[in-house]
């Protein structure tokens, strides 16, 4: 996923559909919710907890790009290239975990 290039489909959408974006408090409640919502996904089809029939339906890739969504329209509005901070954050974990996860145990 191009990471930057997502971030202007979602600001043109924005602008074009969505009239503004809604303030960073407001997306980082709608944030908490869409993540609520995942976890409710996994919970009840991986996890212990029995599945309802009306979660049956639900889309967990729907209900990522929905997190995915919010984190590109609060990364729009904080003025953050999130392109590369990604990239960034990516060269620190290569660089970090390199060795620790290849030889964590619980891992084999």
Same mark, same amino acid.
């Given at each position: 996923?191009?990471?930057?290039?997502?971030?202007?489909?979602?600001?043109?959408?924005?602008?074009?559909?969505?009239?503004?974006?809604?303030?960073?408090?407001?997306?980082?409640?709608?944030?908490?919710?869409? %993540?609520?919502? $995942?976890?409710?996904?996994? &919970?009840?089809?991986? #996890?212990?907890?029995?599945?309802?029939?009306? !979660? @049956?339906?639900?889309?967990?890739?729907?209900?990522?790009?929905? %997190?995915?969504? $919010?984190?590109?329209?609060? &990364?729009?509005?904080? #003025?953050?290239?999130?392109?590369?901070?990604? !990239? @960034?954050?990516?060269?620190?974990?290569?660089?970090?975990?390199?060795?620790?996860?290849?030889?964590?145990?619980?891992?084999?």
């Amino acid at each position: 996923m191009d990471i930057k290039n997502s971030q202007l489909i979602v600001d043109t959408w924005i602008k074009e559909h969505g009239v503004r974006y809604f303030n960073e408090l407001t997306n980082m409640a709608q944030l908490t919710e869409e %993540v609520g919502e $995942v976890a409710r996904i996994i &919970a009840r089809r991986y #996890g212990e907890q029995s599945e309802k029939e009306s !979660d @049956k339906g639900k889309d967990l890739g729907e209900e990522l790009a929905d %997190v995915v969504f $919010v984190v590109l329209c609060l &990364a729009n509005q904080t #003025g953050i290239d999130l392109q590369a901070s990604f !990239d @960034k954050k990516m060269d620190i974990k290569t660089k970090r975990d390199h060795d620790r996860h290849q030889n964590n145990k619980k891992l084999k």
